[in-house]
């Protein structure tokens, strides 16, 4: 008899219930406490997970209660949001997309998983992996951005990341794909409201990166908060059941977010716990987080026949099963027994600087304002983020603490120990005083160049953070207009930089600047990162992975959008466009630049027709014409002019990088399968047609700055291909 078929036989409906019971847990003086409840739940096996208890001793101390004090002896699984770091903050998400390296997506994760669990973390709830095409959604910095295709790679990448090549190691956590599905698209961007997608848009759109995540063999998914078509994706069993274990064959553990099963009764498809329980549980929903639904409300669903043992006996059996397979059985403490070396430690927080110097995107550059010039000898760094350590977390900061990361200033004043740095507040984010402006403008004056700090507080971005205007907030539009224009009138360059967890609607920002910086949040080591790419050190590489709007009306703005029966056309007033503002976003999906600047030319495809089985090559030639060795980041997008069904006017496909030194020319070359080109036909199976493809290669997802071929696929139009496994 295995394991696991031992303890369901010897457990007590108690037991089983703490199995897919997920509680908060904490530390203190007087040492870790359970919210709302005691250790002595632990000990009689009604709590069986604990989630945001933080610190190597805490941790071992509720596991050893577990192990030792309960009658099973059934180790905790211990779960933390490690979403960008657990005491070495990396990037936030959205600014770690901008690197386009699954690489460095892998690499981050792998980091983060050997930090939180050498203090007993066993899972994280990451990667989030819902497409976000509505920047007034807080939780978009959590994210990959607005491509399914870029969230497909960055699934896969971060769940090789946290699980490594052995679950059970001691290093490796296990990974929650969340939050599944369609959570991006809540109506008006605002959190937890409704969703209502199409069934292409659910398939096409917001279920891909999930699927990968399976692919790659994460260990669990969340499903959203919100309802899909007016079905809470907590009971969504069609999804959940049906789809996800169904047809995607995941047998791994559904943990719900957190309280989301009591939720369901606000819901309105459920009138209590025990029918909410039921719902969630019948949907497929194994671990009920902070709800206490399960433990409270399934002995009285039980009796009421709203669900079977049998059932409950699955979802315990699937969540022993993941102990299992972290190895908790075998040695409970694995985890947190062995603190990390200092050489490590360091080595982590290096990567983090070289990682938060490559996140930056440098959105404009006129006159070449950066870098800082050598001839500078007074600089003037101002801003309610110029000196606020604290605030380069962002949101998500895990274990961090604030005096662990480093300001713009700092990071300046120690990159630039020749120039005289000067600092000024000028105005707080969130206070409508500007009295502190004038002794902004004195220091101006008193300076070569200004550093103008700017952007969001951390926590207007992450859960609970829908913002409705998307422009600088407080009264940083007062300071930015009164430093500029004194800057202009003595030719003083003005550098802005911007912290956010979503792309912002400021083109008078963008107007106004010589240069401006989209620094999002860059975790530990930002001061220094930003220094890095001021100074010339290192040549920005980052590149957009959403689209920034000119105006909040514009929103949602993707570069994936359908074409229109009546395209766009200023001379028609009967066409596709607004009244006051062009159609087109401020940047586009990919765009940056770099100290370098590059041509590219002689696009080639082979071969020009294609079969279902075959691969196209595509090649195109890279020059660095600029005077700075940089890196480019090349985009491969396609679109098909006739199909069965309107298809996007741009799909990405593919990308890579290159580096050159000043008048340097490479090669690049991309793989396209022609698995790649098929798509959902006008019954949402997939289909690969025959007819003219268009190849698009650039540097963003502006048409006017790629390059095309044509190709011919042979397939023919009712020629079925298999979903993808």
Known sequence: MSRIDALLGAMTLTEKLGQLTMTAAGSAVTGPFIAGDSTDAIRAGSIGNLLNLMGAEPVRELQRIAVEESRLGIPLLIALDVIHGYRTLF???????????????????????????????????APMLDVARDPRWGRGVEGFGEDPWVGGCLARAKVRGYQGSDLSAADALAAVAKHYGAYGAVTA?????????????????????????????????????????G???????????????GRLGFDGVIVSDYNAIGELIAHGVASDRAQAAALALRAGVDIDMMADAYRYGLPEALQRGLVSAALIDEAVRRVLRLKERLGLFEDPYRRGTSPESSTAMAERRRFARAVGARAIVMLKNAGD?????????????????????????????????????VSVLAGLRAALPQMR?????GVDIDVEDTSAIATALRRCRQSDAVVLCLGEASLMSGEAASRASLDLPGRQRTLTESICKHARSCGKPVIAVLFSGRPLAVPWLIEQADAVLAAWFLGAEAGHAIADVITGKVSPSGRTPV?????????????????????ADPANRYSSRYLDVANDPLFAFGHGLSYGRFKLSSLRVTPESLGADETLAIQVDVLNEGRRAAQETVFLFTHRPLASVTRPLLELKGFAKIEL?????????????????????????PVLEAGAVEILVGPCADRAQLLQKTVQVRASGASRLPPPS
């Open 189 to 229: 961007g605002r959190e937890y409201a409704a969703v209502d997608v199409s069934e292409r848009a659910l398939r096409e759109v917001h279920l891909p990166p999930f699927e990968a995540a399976v692919t790659a063999g994460v260990s669990s998914v969340m499903p959203a908060f919100t309802d899909l078509a």
């Open 231 to 245: 079905i809470p994706m907590t009971a969504h069993a069609g999804l959940l059941r049906e789809w996800l274990r």
């Open 421 to 425: 740095i000067e600092h000024a507040l």
């Open 547 to 567: 689209s920034w709007p000119r105006a909040v009306g514009q929103v949602p703005i993707f570069f994936g959008q359908r074409p229109s029966g009546r395209p």
């Open 661 to 685: 030194r000043p008048g340097e020319s490479a090669t690049v070359t991309l793989q396209l399968p022609a698995t790649e080109l098929r798509y959902l036909g006008p019954d949402l199976q």
């Open 91 to 125: 990037p936030v998400p959205l600014a770690e997309t901008a690197l386009f390296d699954p690489e460095v997506w892998e690499r981050t994760a792998r980091e983060a998983a050997r930090e939180a669990s050498a203090e007993g973390i066993a899972m994280t709830f």
């Open 369 to 405: 304002a950066l870098p800082l010039a050598d001839s500078l000898r007074r600089l003037l760094v101002v801003g309610p983020l110029a000196d606020a350590a604290a605030e380069m977390r962002g949101p998500w900061h895990a274990a961090a603490s604030a005096d662990g990361c």
